[in-house]
């Protein structure tokens, strides 16, 4: 009997269905079946946040969410309003400022897993952030969704953010690639600014985010550059991003940034979703065909204009996308809103929040002492989660400060609340409604009154106010239209000062503000939007439960005038913007001017005390490639546990370009017990010595004597040791 020898036959399975085989020859097998018009479809939306996938070869859908502080809630097919699912509800985390002022990657690995396996169990298979724009202005609305003024802090902790996402299966998209420090004009506004600026200051987390990071997409600004949108910009995207650092991911336009076929086509944008339905203005229904990757670019190649070529380079790119995500079967469930998501809301938080002044130990108040607290303030009772625009969220639940303490003091005081002002009293974003009525009735005289009648009888005040997420404050699509607190806040300050010495100030916000009462306030804290679990962080931290150890992401400059963007640059630009300030930015140019902060960058305090010895160099020269050590002994002196973040500054004494006057190269946060003691080591190479030289485009070491600084801030330097280049 013939065949019955045979082995039974296994059915061939194709090659770009195989997870076995080498990510590029399943590329290639995917890429050769397709017809034209389906790796024209491929590459545009289909809806609000999904692209279609190749039915006829059972390739899936790609779906996108905001992203980066929580997974954004379901909305329709074709429209921005709330699909009204009811099981969209996500765990919020605290805004990416908050991340930064941990100066702790194990705090962003803990916040991208978590919400990694969010947007994972809700089967998103790209998540739209997180953002390193530099903070070039606190007049930024979006200044909330990035991770402060620094290279170097923003670039350390972007990384285990996107590693710990991916694992997940689902693509870290980094935005917005590059230059994008202004929502006014946002989509026409273009940045000039000199190479060393871009490389040094703009650059440098994008590239981490991509090299070591590992990011599968890249999320191209609204704005433009060297005259070209960064969606289509040859410099922008196919020099530096997939050139200069082989970046084998996508491109994934911002929502309604393609404005040319031709230059999309040819500049390295692989995937266009957009705001408006066809791409150029609202209201057509069903026009995805008309987005500048749909058929205007099919025409173009019918017709001769242009190849297969970048079209082809854009489907690879894609179907990379989905391999590495929708196709993965290997993947992970995901989770959603559970005990461990919410602890990592609650830890990120408390190390975040950061203590900017603490005259006579004010704070922690004490619960055995203090038994009439008087909370005061909006943004006590206000929930922050929805509102300031694609980064909004529908929250299982939020705890807002108000409630958090309620519940921490539990009976042991009593908590009295007073408005103090009116701000916003509502909160809608795209539908969400945060379903908060704050309307109120007294006049603003009668608010303070109230306020300070109730503070004179209270043993503590804690005012909660500072910037919400409306607009005009920290907000998308608008930028800030003051330094200072708005809603008469100040006034409110002053009065309850007066009222009570023991006051606590906490300052909600993504930004900067103007604090004209600070002589007058013993206590400030920095509380950011610190998402669902920000009652229960900030309370652990107003009775000491936890001790603050977060430290500024950014310069909190006395007045506006002293940030370099508005003293010697351009700030908002309507067509062009130029970035004269260069390198100088945050505490590089209060560095240069001498200017002294109202809190500088890396400050923060804690209500335990350190010492920080002496450093120890392991020798006083380095060679080209070679390496030296830092180390300094840390000791917690108080009688308490506590976290300091010891910060490595390094400065060039002679160099053939202006250079800072110190940046920072590294930094150690050690969490010790009272008593304890631990070692802050730092390694530096000639890398960290290096600048980028414009002319011969290329980072450059040059031979001669640096400084490396020991600080607690730009500000506070602890210890210094020179050392050479040879
Ligand atoms: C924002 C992006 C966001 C996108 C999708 C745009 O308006 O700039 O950050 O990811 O919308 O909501």
Redesign the pocket.
Known sequence: MVGCTSAPQTPQIAVYLDESKPMDERVEDALQRMTLREKIDIIHAQSKFSSPGVERLGIPELWCT??PHGIRPEVMWDEWDQAKWTNDSCTAFPALPCLAATWNPDMSAKYGKAIGEEARYREKDVL?GPGVNIYRTPMNGRNFEYMGEDPHLSSKMVVPYIQEVQKNGVAACV??FALNNQEIERHAVNVVVDDRALYEIYLPAFKAAVQEGGAWAI?PA?NRYKGQHCCHNQYLLNDILKGEWGFDGATIS??GGVHDTKEAALHGLDLEFG?WTNGLNWGASNAYDMYHMAMPYMKMIESGELTTKALDDKVRRVLRLIFRTAMNTKKPFGSMNNEEHLEAAREIAGEGIVLLKNDNNVLPFDLNKQKNILVVGENAIKMMTVGG??SSLKVRKEFTPLDGIKLYVGDKANIIYERGYVGDVTGEYNGVKSGQDLSENRSAEQLIADAVAAAQKADAVIFIGGLNKKEGQDC?GADRSELGLPYGQDAVIEALAAANKNLAVINISGNAVAMPWIEKVPSIMQGWFLGSESGNALAKVIFGEVNPSGHLPFTFPVKIEDNAAHAVGEWPGKEDVHYNESIFVGYRWADKEQIKALFPFGHGLSYTTFAVSEPTISKNSIKEGGKLTIKCKVTNTGNREGAEVVQLYIGDHESSLPRPVKELKGFKKLHLAAGESGVAEFTITDEDLKFFDDKRHEWVAEAGSFTAYIATSAEEILHQVDFTLK
Do not use: N, P, R, V
Request: charged share 30%; proline share 0%.
């Open positions: 905001d992203g739209l935005k917005h999320m609204y911002d929502w705001s625009g694609s998308e």
